[in-house]
Nanobody
Framework: QVQLGESGGGLAQPGGSLRLSCAAS????????MGWYRQAPGKERELVAT???????NYADSVKGRFTISRDYAKNMVYLQMDSLKPADTAVYYC?????????????WGQGTQVTVSS
């Protein structure tokens, strides 16, 4: 049973910072891709930042220069450092991973962590 566990959400003031962490646990062969999506009230879920093995990183235009994704594949973890936060960054942030299970690959989602940016 594969699970993604997230932590690090919360309340920040505009211009502040938060750091999200996500750990993949369970039985899988390797990580094909891992990253973060977010969903604000009334909006569709959107990509924030992802790592893809062999392709590197990908950021949404709205977070470029403010958010930094990093990973530790040895620990099966990915992090999202969020700086210069804006109220528009308020959303539920979901960890996402595409994992190699051997015969096939499968996509997994975390339970989500709330990020609220407000003064």
């Amino acid at each position: 049973q594969v699970q993604l566990g997230e932590s690090g959400g919360g309340l920040a003031q505009p211009g502040g910072s938060l750091r999200l962490s996500c750990a993949a646990s369970g039985s899988f062969v390797s990580i094909n891709a891992m990253g973060w999506y977010r969903q604000a009230p009334g909006k569709e879920r959107e990509l924030v930042a992802t790592f893809t093995r062999g392709s590197g990183t990908n950021y949404a235009d709205s977070v470029k220069g403010r958010f930094t994704i990093s990973r530790d594949y040895a620990k099966n973890m990915v992090y999202l450092q969020m700086d210069s936060l804006k109220p528009a960054d308020t959303a539920v942030y979901y960890c996402n991973a595409d994992l190699n299970l051997g015969p096939w690959a499968k996509q997994y989602w975390g339970q989500g962590t709330q990020v609220t940016v407000s003064s």
